[in-house]
């Protein structure tokens, strides 16, 4: 049975969306059918609109389909990346989070594999309070979370985050922290595949 992956993101300046499509790529790679989706912009336009950098990545990223509760019913497994935003994921994620009510209701969240990342302005900006309490919420799903933990050296070159890949916004992506990235998305994969 081939894995159907949402790699699910959002991002205000790029970073999260570079990281979704790295793994959304090793995913393909690893066998997956990989659905590429962003979350809603809640922020007001014209907030979006006067800051320059945000407006750009809005348009690049026009094209990416939003995510919705027919996408989180058809995966059998969860990529998940988004900001922190003081110490919790960024609100635009969590307003979507909000509306899966309907479906968690019936159990459609439920016994899928599920991994998430991260970025925050700086190393201590709350990148692992992100990943653990978002966590929480795939526990009240019934999802199973699949952490890269440390089954890969990739990911201590990376920075040594066992809950999910997290990135310092404004560096540039090494060939370590995309193999890091690559190996998260490909450990999910596979366990996904033996969940099913």
Request: proline share 3%.
């Amino acid at each position: 049975m081939s894995v159907k992956l949402a790699v699910i993101y959002y991002s205000t300046y790029g970073t999260n969306h570079q990281m979704a499509e790295i793994a959304a790529e090793a995913a393909r790679a690893a066998g997956a059918e990989v659905r590429l989706r962003k979350a809603p912009e809640t922020a007001p336009a014209d907030v979006v609109a006067g800051v320059d950098a945000w407006k750009a990545q809005a348009e690049k990223t026009a094209h990416i389909p939003h995510v919705t509760a027919a996408d989180m019913e058809w995966a059998s497994a969860y990529l998940i990346s988004a900001p922190t935003r003081f110490g919790i994921m960024a609100s635009q994620m969590r307003a979507f989070i909000d509306t899966l009510g309907g479906i968690w209701a019936k159990g459609a969240l439920a016994n899928k594999a599920v991994s998430a990342m991260t970025s925050a302005q700086n190393a201590h900006g709350g990148q692992e309070t992100t990943l653990l309490s978002f966590y929480a919420a795939i526990m009240h799903w019934g999802g199973i979370v699949v952490a890269p933990g440390y089954t890969d050296s990739s990911i201590f070159e990376a920075g040594g985050n066992p809950y999910g890949y997290s990135h310092t916004q404004g560096k540039e992506f090494t060939d370590g922290m995309k193999a890091a990235i690559r190996h998260q998305a490909r450990r999910l994969v596979e366990i996904a595949a033996k969940l099913a």
